[in-house]
């Protein structure tokens, strides 16, 4: 195989990729849909609520991207024991990541509150801080279960059942869109709670799901594994720099939204629309990302470091082409998205005019996002997370102030900065990672 040319082999690493990648993408989007149905069913109670909610997902952004950095430490190691035929040492994994995800929510969630403390301190809208916490508070209550069911997910693709994993997904989306529809705007003589209703109904609907993912998993004797503090503790290792790598990208697309909540609430309405749409489009690169991870990981564990190329560069490849999809989709249909979810001008012209420049940005981040997929599956966690923390720190946030704020280029001009900082990790990383593979290509 190691003399087969690479393109070719890359080739045909696209059908298993795809085959797995497809029912983690589907598992993601529901996760997201989430989001969307809150958007779609929060919008008609006007700009303030639909601004209040944006916030809150730019901050919670920054703990599902750390809890979700932490636990895929957990699907790498099931994935290199699962490639070596190890049934009990995937239990015995799961176990383990079990133990450590309710912690690891719990934190994050703690975190959350006290970040709701420093809003009035950064500028943000007191019209919408005045209505924003007891929704801000259910939301980081959702962290908890949230963490539970990525470890269970992580586990399951590792084990090659994407489906199962990506069916509670839709579970917990097929059970928020009643909860919301009650909990929002009421039945009968009750009025509903209004924002507030929209978190308890992703609470309640994800904790439901976590309850049917932990029955199926007992029925199938994935929990019969013993505790393994030795396995925990080395999970927990591996996912810290994973986490505070996941956060800091999760932290910097947070301050985004911060400085954009500077502008007012049409500037933090307008990137709601557009961040719940986009976030629906770019789940191919995350769930490519994952896939990529797993595939690799698993032709580690089996002793076939030829294929860790070719897996690679076929996923950069079908992300790319989605990618560029994605760019000219929104930039020719962002208009009618934005006034079909919105009915005040304002926001629709400045979400439209967003929709151009976040489009532009697609490509590097779904090349980024895969690459550091591949550097997951080959257990290269520090250089990377020093890579990511660098580049939008010290780089893409300075320039989205200077461009937003210095050069009077306003919100267009904040993600315009952060583009070109997720311009240079894009290129950044895929070399890494055809440097650490070179060996196995001699």
Same mark, same amino acid.
């Given at each position: 195989m190691a003399t087969t040319p690479i393109p070719a082999t890359a080739r045909a690493e696209i059908a298993p990729l795809l085959r797995l990648a497809l029912p983690i993408v589907a598992g993601l989007a529901a996760s997201t849909l989430i989001g969307v149905v809150d958007t779609v069913m929060i919008a008609p109670l006007g700009t303030l609520p639909l601004a209040a909610a944006s916030l809150t997902t730019a901050a919670m952004i920054i703990f599902y991207s750390?809890?979700?950095?932490?636990?895929? =430490?957990?699907?790498?190691?099931?994935?290199?024991?699962?490639?070596?035929?190890q049934a009990d040492a995937v239990a015995a994994a799961l176990r383990a990541g079990l133990g450590l995800a309710p912690l690891a929510g719990l934190v994050a969630a703690l975190l959350m509150v006290l970040i709701l403390?420093?809003?009035?301190?950064?500028?943000?809208?007191?019209?919408?801080?005045?209505?924003?916490?007891?929704?801000?508070?259910?939301?980081?209550?959702?962290?908890?279960?949230?963490?539970?069911?990525?470890?269970?997910?992580?586990?399951?693709?590792?084990?090659?059942?994407?489906?199962?994993?990506?069916?509670?997904?839709?579970?917990?989306?097929?059970?928020?869109?009643?909860?919301?529809?009650?909990l929002i705007w009421g039945i009968g003589d009750w009025p509903g709670l209004g924002l507030v209703g929209a978190g308890l109904a992703s609470l309640i609907a994800e904790t439901l799901t976590l309850l049917v993912a932990v029955i199926w998993l007992a029925r199938h004797r994935l929990l019969r594994a013993r505790p393994d503090t030795a396995l925990r503790r080395r999970l927990a290792r591996g996912g810290l720099p994973l986490a505070i790598g996941y956060t800091g990208e999760g932290a910097a697309f947070a301050v985004i939204g911060l400085m954009l909540g500077i502008f007012g609430a049409t500037a933090l309405a307008a990137n709601q629309i557009v961040q719940a749409v986009g976030g629906v489009l770019y789940m191919l690169p995350l769930g490519m990302a994952a896939a990529v991870a797993i595939r690799i990981g698993q032709a580690s564990g089996s002793g076939d470091p030829a294929r860790l190329r070719p897996i690679a560069v076929a996923a950069i490849g079908v992300v790319t082409i989605w990618m560029v999809a994605v760019t000219i989709t929104l930039i020719l249909l962002g208009g009618r998205i934005a006034a079909a979810l919105s009915d005040d001008s304002g926001v629709v012209a400045l979400a439209t005019?967003?929709?151009?420049?976040?489009?532009?940005?697609?490509?590097?981040?779904?090349?980024?996002?895969?690459?550091?997929?591949?550097?997951?599956?080959?257990?290269?966690?520090?250089?990377?997370?020093?890579?990511?923390?660098?580049?939008?720190?010290?780089?893409?946030?300075?320039?989205? =102030?200077?461009?937003?704020?210095?050069?009077?280029?306003?919100?267009?001009?904040?993600?315009?900065?952060?583009?070109?900082?997720?311009?240079?990790?894009?290129?950044?990383?895929?070399?890494?990672?055809?440097?650490?593979?070179?060996?196995?290509?001699?």
């Open positions: 750390a809890i979700y950095g932490f636990v895929s =430490a957990v699907g790498v190691e099931a994935a290199h024991r699962h490639g070596g035929a403390l420093i809003l009035p301190l950064i500028g943000q809208p007191p019209e919408v801080l005045a209505i924003i916490t007891p929704y801000w508070l259910a939301m980081a209550a959702v962290l908890v279960p949230v963490a539970l069911l990525m470890v269970i997910a992580q586990v399951l693709n590792a084990m090659d059942r994407p489906w199962t994993a990506a069916g509670f997904a839709f579970l917990a989306v097929i059970l928020n869109i009643p909860l919301n529809y009650l005019a967003m929709f151009v420049i976040v489009a532009l940005i697609q490509v590097a981040d779904g090349v980024q996002s895969t690459a550091l997929g591949a550097l997951r599956g080959i257990m290269d966690f520090v250089w990377p997370t020093r890579l990511t923390l660098l580049s939008y720190w010290l780089f893409a946030l300075p320039l989205a =102030a200077v461009l937003g704020f210095w050069a009077g280029l306003g919100p267009l001009g904040v993600w315009a900065g952060y583009g070109i900082g997720i311009a240079l990790v894009a290129v950044i990383l895929p070399w890494r990672f055809w440097r650490l593979t070179a060996a196995a290509n001699r």
